[in-house]
C-alpha cells in the first residue's frame, strides 16, 4: 500500500446484488486512493440489507439495478429510510441514461455505468457521491430547522413560486386557509389565498402575484377577509415580499399574514368604553357634548329646533340607602333602558353622571312638542320597575331648554335646562318645567 494510500479516510461501503461477479467488479476497483479507503460489506438482496444499515453506519451503499421487474423507487425509499445518512449509488448493468435518470427521481446520489468500472474512476465516483450526500444532508437540516421555527411561529406564512402557485404553507396557514400543504402546494395562491374586500365583497388582488410583478415588499389592501375553505373568514392584516436567488432574480413570492379580528374587536370595545356609560352603556358626557355641538351646527344651518330635557330622579338617594348601592344601579339601568325605548333613534339618551340623566330631542317643532315628550318620559318612568322582587315607582324633575330660544351654544342650553330642572324640584318634583329669564 503507497503511503498515500495509508492516510487515506477509511469509510464502509455496502454493496447488494446478487451476482458475484457484479460484487468482484466492485470490490476490484475501489482500490485504495489518496482520498478513500473503502471496507466493502455484501448483501444480496434489499431485505438482508436492511439489519445491516440499522445496525451500521455506511458511507455509501452500492445498489445493483438488475431485477428488471423489481420495484426499485419503493426499494431506493425504503433503503433511504433506513440508512438515511447514506449515499445511494446504482450499479447500472448497461449504458442506458433512461435507466441512471430513474435512479436520481428515486433519490439516488449517483450511478455507475459499466465503463465506470476502473481502479481510477470508481473510488472518485463514490467519494464524490459521499461528499455530496453530506452537503444535501445539511440542506435537509436547514429546511427542516426553517420548517420547525415557521411552524413555532404565530403567524400564518405562504410562499409561491414564480408562477405563482403555492410552494409552502406552515401550520398556522393551514389552519387558517383550511388547506393541507398536500393539497395546496401546487395550486394557484388565489385558490388557497382567497381574499375579498370586506365591504364590497369583491376578490381582492392578490398581493403575492403583486409582490412578484412589481418585485418589491407590498401591504395588503386595507379591510380584507380571508376566506377559509369552509366559508369561515378572517379580517387579516399582512405584507408580501418576492424570494430573490443569489444572484438577484425573483424566484417566488412569501406572505406573512395574521388574524386581526380579534383585535379590531378590542379596539372598538374600547373605543364604545371611552364614549359610553359603564353601568348603563347610554353616550356619556363627552360623546352627548359632540353630538349636541353637531346639533347646534345643524339646526344654525336649516333654521330648526331641538330640546334638550335635563332629568333627576326624585328620591334616589333613599333607594340606595333603603335598598342598597346594587339595587340602586340596577333602578338606573331600568330608567336607562325605558328613556331610550320612548324617543325617537335619531335623539339622545345620556348618563350624566350619579341620577342625572340628559335627552337631546333632535328635532322638535317647539315647545308642546318637547313638554308631550317630558309628559310621556315621566309617565314612563313612574310605571314599577321590578327590581330582584321590589316594585318601584320613580319619579323624576325634568328642565327643559330650546334652541335657539334658551341659548345657541352647548353650554347655555345645558345650564338653562339644568336650572329649570331645579325648578321643576322646587314646585313638588315629578314634573317638568322650562326655562325661564326669571
Not at 341620577?355 to 315621566?378: C, K, N, P, Q, R
Not at 330650546?402 to 351654544?409: A, E, K, S, T
Request: glycine letters at 6%; proline letters at 3%.
Amino acid at each position: 500500500m503507497s503511503a498515500g494510500a495509508s492516510r487515506a479516510a477509511t469509510c464502509e461501503v455496502l454493496v447488494i446484488s446478487p451476482s458475484a461477479t457484479m460484487v468482484e467488479r466492485v470490490v476490484v476497483n475501489l482500490a485504495p486512493t489518496a482520498e478513500i479507503r473503502c471496507q466493502v460489506t455484501v448483501a444480496t438482496d434489499v431485505e438482508s440489507a436492511l439489519p445491516l444499515l440499522a445496525a451500521r453506519h455506511f458511507a455509501a451503499l452500492l445498489y445493483d439495478w438488475s431485477a428488471r421487474d423489481a420495484d426499485h423507487r419503493e426499494r431506493c425509499g425504503i433503503l433511504r429510510a433506513a440508512g438515511p445518512g447514506t449515499a445511494i449509488i446504482v450499479l447500472a448493468r448497461d449504458d442506458d441514461q433512461s435507466q441512471a435518470l430513474d435512479a436520481l427521481r428515486c433519490g439516488a446520489q449517483d450511478y455507475v455505468l459499466p465503463t465506470d468500472f476502473s481502479p481510477d474512476r470508481l473510488p472518485r465516483l463514490v467519494h464524490s457521491a459521499i461528499e455530496r450526500k453530506a452537503l444535501d444532508s445539511a440542506d435537509e437540516d436547514r429546511v427542516r430547522h426553517a420548517a420547525i421555527t415557521l411552524d413555532s411561529i404565530g403567524d400564518a406564512v405562504l410562499s409561491s413560486d414564480i408562477d405563482g402557485r403555492v410552494s409552502y404553507l406552515n401550520r398556522v396557514a393551514e389552519t387558517m386557509t383550511g388547506w393541507t400543504s398536500s393539497d395546496a402546494i401546487g395550486k394557484p395562491t388565489a385558490v388557497v389565498f382567497n381574499i375579498i374586500d370586506e365591504v364590497t365583497r369583491r376578490p381582492a388582488q392578490d398581493p403575492l402575484l403583486r409582490a412578484l410583478h412589481e418585485n418589491r415588499t407590498v401591504a395588503l389592501t386595507p379591510n380584507c377577509l380571508l376566506v377559509r375553505k369552509d366559508g369561515h373568514e378572517y379580517l387579516i392584516e399582512d405584507s408580501a415580499a418576492p424570494i430573490r436567488t443569489k444572484e438577484g432574480q425573483v424566484a417566488g413570492a412569501v406572505i406573512v399574514f395574521r388574524d386581526v379580528s380579534g383585535l379590531r374587536a378590542t379596539v372598538r370595545d374600547m373605543a364604545h368604553l371611552a364614549q359610553h356609560d359603564a353601568l348603563t352603556d347610554l353616550p356619556n358626557r363627552l360623546l352627548f357634548n359632540e353630538r349636541l355641538a353637531n346639533a347646534v351646527v345643524l339646526a344654525r344651518r336649516y333654521q330648526r329646533q331641538f330640546a334638550l330635557l335635563y332629568l333627576d330622579l326624585d328620591g334616589f338617594k333613599c333607594i340606595n340607602d333603603t335598598l342598597g348601592h346594587g339595587r340602586g344601579d340596577l333602578v338606573l339601568r331600568s330608567v336607562a333602558h325605558r328613556l331610550v325605548d320612548g324617543v325617537r333613534a335619531s335623539d339622545t339618551v345620556c348618563r350624566q353622571g350619579g341620577d342625572e340623566f340628559v335627552v337631546l330631542l333632535s328635532e322638535v317643532e317647539g315647545a308642546a312638542d318637547a313638554a308631550a315628550s317630558a309628559a310621556a318620559i315621566l309617565r314612563t318612568l313612574a310605571a314599577p320597575h321590578d327590581i330582584d322582587g321590589h316594585q318601584l315607582g320613580v319619579t323624576t324633575s325634568i328642565g327643559i331648554s330650546l334652541y335657539p330660544r334658551d341659548g345657541r351654544d352647548v353650554a347655555s342650553l345645558l345650564r338653562c335646562a339644568d336650572s329649570a330642572m331645579y325648578r321643576a324640584k322646587r314646585d313638588g318634583r315629578n314634573r317638568y318645567a322650562f326655562f325661564t329669564a326669571s
